[in-house]
């Protein structure tokens, strides 16, 4: 049975991209090829180190986490994203049943927990639950420093001021939006905003060119810059002002 779960799904758009994090390869490679068959788009991590740096290089839906890996923990991967401020949802698989084990999980940014050995009706149904969550919110208003934009009304404002933008420019913007302080590669944004559409031989200079006009629109006549530039890589949306390009 293929679940789908938004609209995105329902008009036969993207996938959605799950990283599962798991050293038990054969027990990885057994949730993947279910989680496939769900009509999800699975990655996967062998160790934290690799979890840890695949999540910062790809815009995933939901990460799901063992505790148990080599090189990082999966707590001390969680601590560092949430640091980071990747806020993408996670799900924490750990062998421990503790009570202070999962209050500690959730205390580091875990968004639920999962109790190994599990079944796998309850993991499809706790990243149902996750991804159901995390776009249900998607109406709240977008925020960064003093940028606002409101998916409902397609509307955004600087220092209260509203600032008109074109479709693909709003696209770009609530992309990035969405995930802010996350670096995005130039073939990540071209995907979300022109899908199968984009022809990179053909429209390699097409994000560069959005990208300087949105510069011109939220960040020109405004303190602090927003959109900065990480060479040789993609955009990055954060507040801090560190950049020169």
């Known amino acids: 049975m293929v679940v789908k779960l938004t609209e995105e799904n329902k008009a036969g758009k993207a996938k959605m991209r799950i990283l599962l994090v798991e050293d038990e390869k054969n027990l990885a490679l057994e949730i993947k090829e279910v989680l496939e068959k769900e009509n999800y788009s699975v990655d996967l991590a062998f160790d934290g180190e690799a979890g840890y740096e695949k999540a910062f290089v790809e815009d995933y839906d939901l990460i799901i986490l063992d505790i148990m890996l080599p090189f990082m923990d999966g707590i001390e991967v969680l601590q560092n994203l949430r640091r980071d401020?990747?806020?993408?949802?996670?799900?924490l698989l750990t062998a421990k049943s503790t009570v202070e084990d999962k209050v500690k999980g959730l205390d580091c940014g875990a968004d639920d927990y999962l109790t190994k050995p599990f079944a796998i009706a309850e993991l499809l149904a706790r990243i149902r639950a996750l991804l159901r969550r995390k776009y249900n919110e998607k109406n709240a208003v977008l925020k960064i420093a003093d940028l606002e934009l409101n998916p409902a009304t397609h509307e955004v404002f600087r220092s209260g001021v509203k600032i008109d933008l074109t479709p693909k420019e709003y696209a770009i913007l609530e992309y990035m939006m969405y995930n802010k302080n996350r670096v995005l590669t130039r073939l990540s944004i071209a995907e979300h905003v022109w899908g199968d559409s984009f022809d990179p031989f053909t429209m390699s200079n097409f994000?560069?060119?959005?990208?300087k006009n949105l510069r011109k629109k939220i960040d020109r006549s405004f303190s602090p810059r927003l959109i900065h530039t990480v060479r040789g890589v993609g955009y990055i949306l954060k507040e801090e002002?560190?950049?020169k390009d």
């Open 207 to 211: 994000v560069d060119v959005h990208i």
């Open 85 to 91: 401020g990747i806020d993408t949802p996670v799900l």
């Open 241 to 243: 002002d560190e950049d």
